[in-house]
């Protein structure tokens, strides 16, 4: 079955900086794949997205890559702001079928003042 | 308010009792899925129903989780027995086929904790 590793799991960065979280699938059969940020006591919000029939895809100060040769998908967030502060967790899942969507261990992001 | 509903919001029981969970999806969605949580950690996939037939379980779903969705609607989650590992956020996120958007959409969860 799928299986979803996600580095760092924890970050820190000054705000405004950028921040870059890092994910790898091992199902090459995988073409959909979210991101979610979960904050204290709430469930996982959908941020973004991607499909396997692109590479990149941009919202605002967020952006997703996907390498499909090298299964690695990434989440960019630019200019980032206390708010940003989150769990972020990303997933994968096969679009076109009734599948479950599997997620990465998340990574805790912390944005200094 | 439009977006998945899960009730209770927090359930303390003692080891033995027996719980249940309800999700109340967003409205048309024909996908529900259960997942648990626990502190540190990603979703983990328990079940999932599209409409009222329930198509996958996960082998962490035991003997003792039973989960229902009778009219395709709402669902419930139902632990037996309960034991103290099961403390666990429980997470239920529903999704719509529609076209190539399959997009999840998940609730506040209900915080189990077995004493």
């Known amino acids: 079955g799928e299986n979803v590793e996600q580095h760092p799991s924890t970050l820190s960065v000054q705000e405004g900086d950028s921040a870059v979280i890092k994910c790898t699938y091992s199902d090459s059969a995988s073409n959909y794949f979210p991101w979610y940020k979960q904050e204290l006591g709430k469930g996982p919000q959908l941020i973004i997205d991607i499909r396997s029939n692109v590479g990149e895809k941009k919202d605002q100060r967020i952006a997703v890559t996907l390498n499909k040769t090298a299964k690695h998908f990434s989440l960019h967030i630019t200019e980032t702001q206390p708010e940003d502060s989150a769990v972020y967790f990303c997933a994968a899942s096969i679009h076109s079928s009734a599948s479950k969507i599997i997620f990465g261990s998340g990574t805790r992001l912390s944005i200094r003042p | 308010d439009t977006g998945v509903s899960q009730n209770p919001r927090h359930k303390i029981t003692k080891r033995g009792q027996n719980v249940t969970f309800r999700c109340d999806p967003i409205?048309?969605?024909?996908?529900l899925y259960w997942y648990r949580q626990t502190l540190g950690q990603g979703p983990e996939f328990l079940t999932y129903f599209q409409n009222e037939a329930q198509l996958e379980k996960s082998r962490l779903l035991s003997d003792r989780f039973s989960a229902e969705r009778p009219k395709g609607s709402f669902s419930t989650l139902e632990i037996q027995r309960t034991e103290q590992g099961d403390s666990a956020m429980y997470l239920c996120?529903?999704?719509?086929?529609?076209?190539?958007?399959?997009?999840?959409?998940f609730g506040q969860g209900t915080r189990l904790t077995v004493v």
């Open positions: 409205s048309e969605h024909n996908r």
């Open positions: 996120a529903s999704s719509q086929r529609r076209g190539r958007d399959t997009e999840a959409f």
